[in-house]
């Protein structure tokens, strides 16, 4: 794995610069992963996503939306650009070749294995740790 990134905070910023480095990464033909623990972990499988306090107010989520639109990221809303979709560049990043990982610790603490998007990947403890050892460059905290 080229790219490991980790992102554990259930803030829509945080997933959406995990994703969109990840897609440039796959653009320059690199492999890489998202693995998505603790309160991402829980985001994606059913609770919510909140920002962090700059980005909170309208304005700034819609400059986001469009923002990452016009660098080809696709977490604008298809119906309405002002809003962001999360659950669609999750779909396109899956795509383009982005490996989705749920960490596998996280997932049996909140049994989880049930309520998690089709994109994510649960790999067993040891796969996943052999992954992160592995990866030429792992960075957590986006």
Known sequence: MDLFLIC???LENSAIANLALALDARARSRRAAVLFTEEALAALAGESFGWSPLFRPRPARIAIARGAAALGVPVAAENDDRWTDLPRLLTAAHEA??????CP?????????????EELTVLASTEAMEQLMDGRRVIGGF
């Open 8 to 10: 554990r905070d259930a």
């Open 97 to 102: 070749g982005v490996e989705l990982v749920a």
């Open 105 to 117: 610790i996280w997932t049996q603490i909140l049994k989880l294995d049930d309520r998690l998007p």
